[in-house]
């Protein structure tokens, strides 16, 4: 395993290194799918030039980074291409090591679960084997790395493939069970982009089964260690904050990158929701349905919460992608993320319903994205229509694609507890009908 591991990574490496020095580099540094104001190197760099001539880097309105993100390619702006391989290497790293304990708790809780007899006897082909579950690991560090999304984000250098490492080695922290180091950096990633502060909730119902506490709000001990943890994250990101401030001497850049996510002033195209929406908005609904849009990421948190209070890995990755859709400025990195947790859900294939479909909506539409976007902008034989009628298909794919896993997982629980075979009143062979 680990030599195919190391082979996986070499073959990455690789063809990023091609990649970089063809050119084909500057046009993908340049495409709306993969970098957006947030994350483009060509604002960092921007930014960088302003720092080094003495100027504040959000004195204007082109660089939206975070200062700890700068100030780190300040010292490191001859190295940028390695450490954004490095990002990525580190992220498919923890995503290993992450599917491989996680399938260590769900041995653990399949033995419990059958000693407890909470199973159906008829439940043996829904339960996941060793030899079913080994290669998994691999699988999710194999669909990371060589992911086209993934691997256009890296060429751009795009500073979203930094916010998935941190978020990777968040994820591990919490599988692992350390709490201080989880907290960091989830709070190291809510700095960054804002959104991760949903992830929240998957961390503390994770840590908390991971120190055998009933989840439970009447449970004082399950208050305690929330209480706990959210004063770690607060003050890990307070810390990261007073950090930024101490480097610039100066709080101006709250506004120009939280006040941005949230404001949404750039409508420059990309692959979300936001951008033709206001474009077309009239200016006094405009606070209005800002903050209807920006609450769909937070949303759906409680109720996941609820549902999936005994499953917190499955609700990380729900909660993912959610982020990644109903972010104010996505790109395909933030899909590359979620999408490398596929096959860690590979037992549910049996009772998705529109794989197909998604699958080619989510391949023709980034085919399209790139032909549309020429039409439009150097051909003049489209417009604007164009491209976001592709862009919600893609969205709409990317919906479809959770929400069906979502249905699939929800069904194999239903199973493993009543039996895979179901049987009506009368004795006749009974169905499952979704309401």
């Known amino acids: 395993m680990a030599a195919s591991l190391v082979l996986v990574m070499v073959v990455a490496v690789t063809v990023r290194a091609m990649l970089f020095r063809s050119s084909l580099a500057e046009f993908i540094s340049e495409r709306v799918e993969v970098v957006s104001p ?25 660089f939206h980074e975070t200062p700890l993100i700068i100030y780190l390619f300040h010292f490191l702006i001859d ?63 194999l669909f990371y790395l060589l992911n086209p999304y993934t691997v256009l984000t890296c060429v751009a250098k795009s500073t979203c493939a930094i916010n998935n490492a941190i978020i990777s080695v968040f994820i591990l922290a919490t599988v692992k069970g350390s709490a201080f180091i989880s907290a960091i950096f989830l709070a190291l990633a809510a700095y960054q982009s804002l959104y991760p502060v ?30 706990k ?51 077309e908005m009239f200016e006094h609904f405009r606070l209005f349905f800002v903050c209807v849009f920006q609450i769909n990421v937070f949303f759906y948190t409680f109720p996941l919460a609820v549902k ?17 859709i109903f972010k104010s400025y996505p790109t395909v990195g933030d899909v590359a993320l979620y999408m490398a947790f596929l096959p860690m859900w590979n037992h549910l294939y049996r009772f998705l319903r529109n794989i197909f479909v998604v699958s080619c909506m989510l391949i023709s539409s980034s085919v399209l994205f790139p032909i549309l976007w020429h ?58 009908v979704l309401r």
């Open 308 to 324: 999936l209070r005994d499953h917190p890995m499955f609700f990380m990755f729900v909660q993912l992608a959610i982020i990644a």
């Open 38 to 62: 947030l994350n483009s190197w060509k604002r960092v760099v921007e930014g960088l030039a302003l720092l080094d001539l003495g100027v504040s880097p959000y004195s204007g309105n082109v």
């Open 79 to 141: 190295y940028a291409e390695f450490v954004f391989m490095a990002m990525d290497i580190l992220t498919a790293l923890a995503l290993y090591i992450v599917a491989e304990d996680f399938n260590r708790v769900v041995f653990r809780k399949q033995r419990i679960a059958f000693e407890f007899k909470k199973y159906a006897c008829d439940v043996i082909p829904l339960v996941r084997t060793p030899k079913e579950m080994y290669h998994i690991p691999l699988k999710v560090a």
């Open 375 to 432: 039409l439009w902008i150097y051909s003049g034989s489209a417009n604007s229509n164009f491209y976001y009628a592709i862009t919600l298909v893609f969205n709409i794919g990317q919906i479809l694609l959770v929400s069906d896993y979502f249905y699939a997982f929800i069904r194999r629980e239903y199973h493993l507890v009543v039996g895979l075979h179901l049987k009506s009143k009368d004795g006749k062979e009974a169905h499952i």
């Open 198 to 227: 949903a992830l929240f909730a998957p961390a503390v119902l994770y840590l908390a089964q991971k120190h055998h506490l009933t989840v439970n709000l009447h449970n004082t001990a399950f208050l305690l260690y929330l209480v």
């Open 229 to 279: 943890y959210a004063v770690m994250f607060t003050g890990c990101l307070i810390i990261s904050l007073c950090l930024s401030f101490f480097l610039l001497s100066s709080w101006t850049f709250i506004p120009s990158t939280y006040g941005f996510i949230l404001s949404v002033p750039d409508l420059t195209p990309n692959i979300g929701l936001f951008w033709y929406f206001f474009a």
